[in-house]
């Protein structure tokens, strides 16, 4: 996104370090950004987030929802706060974000919201994950119901979905794979890379004006939808 012109927040919770890391790329390539901490499960902090962004940089033009957390339980063993905890994080950030960038999108007659989900939502063959399939098929929904309400006033909403993407992860969630063993399932041989990823939401914030509503499948063809 900093490579094609736009002005880039990034945002994190949990490492700052991350976050600093990734602006100082940003800016050392000659681009422009900053970094803002806030917890994207709380309301009140989406809202200073994007307070934040529109001080430093104008007003939002694209809103990209990457957030995800795990909780790995039998369905049986997930509590009412678990399950709480886990759809605020992966599901209901994406409502507040949008609810936040949206009304300014709309007075300028532009804007680009991405949600970033998970094949799992729209498959549903993993076990102990009742909560992250429910969150990442909520999310294309949601997807789908502001491509609908907001195309008329020049917005976009649609969701990208990676599958195996060659990023830091603990091993110890995939005990029966490896990673030679995962790339021999995809019919393209090899693992996704973060740039896959990146010119997905490109093309959606550039050319792809007329894709609305839509999931954008990222797997080399290990799912088929």
């Known amino acids: 996104m900093a490579e094609a012109g736009a002005a880039v927040v990034v945002n994190g919770h949990s490492s700052k370090e991350n976050v600093e890391r990734t602006v100082t790329k940003i800016r050392e390539a000659g681009g422009t950004a900053i970094g803002i901490m806030a917890d ?3 309301p009140k902090d989406v809202a200073r987030l994007v307070a934040e962004a529109t001080s430093a940089l104008g007003p939002v033009d694209i809103a990209i929802s990457n957030v995800g957390r795990r909780l790995h339980k039998p ?3 997930i509590t009412v706060e678990d399950w709480d905890w886990a759809i605020r994080t992966n599901l209901s950030s994406c409502f507040y974000l ?3 960038v949206v009304p300014s999108m709309r007075a300028r007659g532009w804007g680009r919201v991405i949600h970033v989900s998970g094949y799992d939502g ?3 063959h993993l076990v102990n ?3 992250n399939i429910a969150a ?7 997807s789908k119901a502001l491509a609908r309400e907001l195309g008329p006033f020049g917005i976009t909403a649609n969701t990208v979905v990676p599958g195996a993407i060659d990023t830091e992860r603990d091993w110890s969630q995939y005990p029966k794979a490896t990673y030679e063993d995962v790339a021999k399932a995809i019919p393209v041989r090899r693992w996704g890379h973060v740039d ?3 010119y997905a939401c490109l093309y959606l914030c550039t050319t792809g004006s ?3 509503g839509q999931a954008i499948h990222l797997n080399g063809g290990e799912h088929m939808f």
């Not at 990442?136 to 949601?142: I, L, R, T, V």
Request: overall charge negative; aromatic content about 18%; cysteine-free.
């Open 196 to 198: 896959d990823l990146a």
């Open 129 to 131: 994950r009742a909560y």
């Open 122 to 124: 729209f498959t549903g």
């Open 75 to 77: 369905f049986e063993t």
């Open 40 to 42: 994207v499960s709380d």
């Open 136 to 142: 990442k098929a909520g999310m294309h929904g949601f």
């Open 98 to 100: 949008a609810h936040e």
């Open 210 to 212: 007329f894709v609305n």
